[in-house]
């Protein structure tokens, strides 16, 4: 075996006990820096502690090896004259209570002067940590990333939040103490709504009595849609300008709605929406002309999958309006809502050709004296108006089968003037 190679052997294994060993490889004999940090703190950071009490068996140091944390703006001490060699150490940290709070153990070889850098842990606790930062592809802020704070977790212990800029920038978080080795980390980018936008899964190794510094790349995991939309012609499709459409209206799952120009969501260009979990989601359109009138619409649904960004293709529809009003009528009279104890009335059209209803079996509600009702957003076609409505002693009214159509006709919306008079009976 290499007799370098034996002695640091040698001497690991007697730490415990400490050792010296002198070796006729060692030819210069030198001083020895320590430069220490107690759990990645600077002695004006940890004002508790008072000095470092530094034992190296074999050797007689100054003032039985009890020095000052700090001398001179200096976090160490220099020894001197130490002859060609391996050593063992201990150093502990004191308080002024006289206290141990921060130990470490470990070896140094002099041939020459050397410098030990080591990292005092609290008594008590496993010898080493890492400092852990974090980076966005492109070299985006966490501003431009959309990230508010990201949680990250060891070894799959408990998870802990940070503000994102506490790991960016020339930052760093510090994980818990952790025994030297190998350890895993998982990182997750969240935006203001605590959704998850970016993550990282990696690995990390530590040594005793040494911070490590580890960089992750956090990756996306938001997924998007690119909305791009046409228009309905007949059984062809056509852009914004043949279509007279100045600006469209949309919105996602029932948010917000938002306007846009429609060259911006034109096919070939499209707009963003913010960020979205996998899954599906709904999609609501409306396009308006140059008046500020409805002029096509669209609703319908997509799937984003985990980080996609996923093009949809929509081809609005045309479309045109009605407006109703009802009666309530028994026994050859007519009746007021509160006479007939009814608060609330549901419409429904009825394709004629395909017998769909167009607000499905429960209908669009409306209080009993909303009338007349305006709709804006039905496809052209030919629709039975139907009716139904309950009292409060549950007696159901329901309009007359086949007496009430109407032809709706694209870009044309009739207003509460021209309203179709519906009438419903008790059943």
Same mark, same amino acid.
């Given at each position: 075996?290499?007799?370098?190679?034996?002695?640091?052997?040698?001497?690991?294994?007697?730490?415990?006990?400490?050792?010296?060993?002198?070796?006729?490889?060692?030819?210069?004999?030198?001083?020895?820096?320590?430069?220490?940090?107690?759990?990645?703190?600077?002695?004006?950071?940890?004002?508790?502690?008072?000095?470092?009490?530094?034992?190296?068996?074999?050797?007689?140091?100054?003032?039985?090896?009890?020095?000052?944390?700090?001398?001179?703006?200096?976090?160490?001490?220099?020894?001197?004259?130490?002859?060609?060699?391996?050593?063992?150490?201990?150093?502990?940290?004191?308080?002024?209570?006289?206290?141990?709070?921060?130990?470490? +153990?470990?070896? &140094?070889?002099?041939?020459?002067?050397?410098?030990?850098?080591?990292?005092?842990?609290?008594?008590?606790?496993? /010898?080493?940590?890492?400092?852990?930062?974090?980076?966005?592809?492109?070299?985006?802020?966490?501003?431009?990333?959309?990230?508010?704070?990201?949680?990250?977790?060891?070894?799959?212990?408990?998870?802990?939040?940070?503000?994102?800029?506490?790991? &960016?920038?020339?930052?760093?978080?510090?994980?818990?103490?952790?025994? $030297?080795?190998?350890?895993?980390?998982?990182?997750?980018?969240?935006?203001?709504?605590?959704?998850?936008?970016?993550?990282?899964?990696?690995?990390?190794?530590?040594?005793?009595?040494?911070?490590?510094?580890?960089?992750?790349?956090?990756?996306?995991?938001? +997924?998007?849609?690119?909305?791009?939309?046409?228009?309905?012609?007949?059984?062809?499709?056509?852009?914004?300008?043949?279509?007279?459409?100045?600006?469209?209206?949309?919105?996602?799952?029932?948010?917000?709605?938002?306007?846009?120009?429609?060259?911006?969501?034109?096919?070939?260009?499209?707009?963003?929406?913010?960020?979205?979990?996998?899954?599906?989601?709904?999609?609501?359109?409306?396009?308006?002309?140059?008046?500020?009138?409805?002029?096509?619409?669209?609703?319908?649904?997509?799937?984003?999958?985990?980080?996609?960004?996923?093009?949809?293709?929509?081809?609005?529809?045309?479309?045109?309006?009605?407006?109703?009003?009802?009666?309530?009528?028994?026994?050859? +009279?007519?009746?007021?809502?509160?006479?007939?104890?009814?608060?609330?009335?549901?419409?429904?059209?009825?394709?004629?050709?395909?017998?769909?209803?167009?607000?499905?079996?429960?209908?669009?509600?409306?209080?009993?004296?909303?009338?007349?009702?305006?709709?804006?957003?039905?496809?052209?076609?030919?629709?039975?108006?139907?009716?139904?409505?309950?009292?409060?002693?549950?007696?159901?009214?329901?309009?007359?089968?086949?007496?009430?159509?109407?032809?709706?006709?694209?870009?044309?919306? /009739?207003? $509460?003037?021209?309203?179709?008079?519906?009438?419903?009976?008790?059943?």
């Amino acid at each position: 075996m290499n007799s370098r190679l034996l002695v640091a052997f040698l001497c690991l294994a007697a730490v415990s006990s400490g050792c010296i060993v002198h070796d006729n490889g060692f030819d210069e004999p030198g001083d020895v820096t320590f430069r220490w940090t107690f759990g990645g703190l600077r002695c004006d950071e940890d004002r508790d502690i008072k000095g470092v009490n530094i034992t190296i068996p074999g050797e007689r140091l100054a003032n039985d090896g009890r020095y000052p944390c700090q001398a001179n703006n200096f976090d160490g001490i220099v020894l001197h004259d130490f002859e060609p060699g391996t050593y063992s150490f201990n150093l502990v940290a004191v308080s002024y209570a006289g206290r141990e709070l921060y130990e470490v +153990s470990g070896t &140094f070889r002099v041939d020459g002067d050397v410098v030990v850098d080591i990292d005092l842990t609290p008594i008590g606790a496993s /010898p080493s940590f890492a400092y852990i930062n974090w980076l966005f592809p492109n070299g985006d802020s966490c501003s431009r990333a959309g990230v508010v704070s990201v949680e990250a977790r060891v070894d799959g212990g408990e998870w802990a939040r940070f503000d994102c800029a506490q790991g &960016f920038g020339g930052n760093s978080i510090k994980t818990p103490y952790l025994d $030297p080795g190998e350890h895993n980390l998982e990182l997750v980018g969240l935006d203001a709504q605590r959704r998850t936008l970016y993550s990282h899964v990696g690995r990390f190794s530590t040594r005793y009595g040494e911070p490590t510094s580890y960089t992750a790349t956090l990756r996306t995991t938001a +997924s998007f849609a690119s909305i791009q939309w046409e228009f309905e012609s007949g059984s062809s499709a056509v852009g914004c300008s043949q279509a007279g459409v100045a600006s469209v209206d949309a919105r996602v799952d029932g948010g917000q709605w938002v306007r846009f120009s429609c060259s911006e969501g034109r096919v070939g260009a499209g707009v963003t929406t913010p960020s979205l979990t996998p899954g599906d989601h709904d999609l609501q359109l409306v396009a308006i002309d140059g008046q500020g009138r409805p002029w096509y619409h669209y609703t319908g649904r997509f799937s984003v999958r985990s980080g996609e960004t996923k093009t949809v293709v929509v081809k609005m529809w045309v479309i045109g309006g009605a407006a109703v009003k009802w009666e309530l009528r028994s026994g050859g +009279s007519a009746q007021s809502c509160s006479q007939a104890g009814i608060s609330e009335v549901a419409i429904n059209f009825r394709d004629v050709f395909t017998n769909e209803w167009v607000y499905g079996i429960v209908g669009d509600r409306h209080g009993c004296n909303d009338a007349p009702v305006v709709f804006e957003f039905l496809r052209p076609g030919r629709y039975e108006v139907e009716m139904k409505a309950r009292t409060s002693n549950g007696v159901d009214y329901f309009s007359v089968s086949n007496s009430v159509f109407v032809d709706i006709v694209g870009h044309q919306f /009739p207003g $509460p003037q021209n309203a179709l008079l519906v009438s419903l009976f008790p059943r």
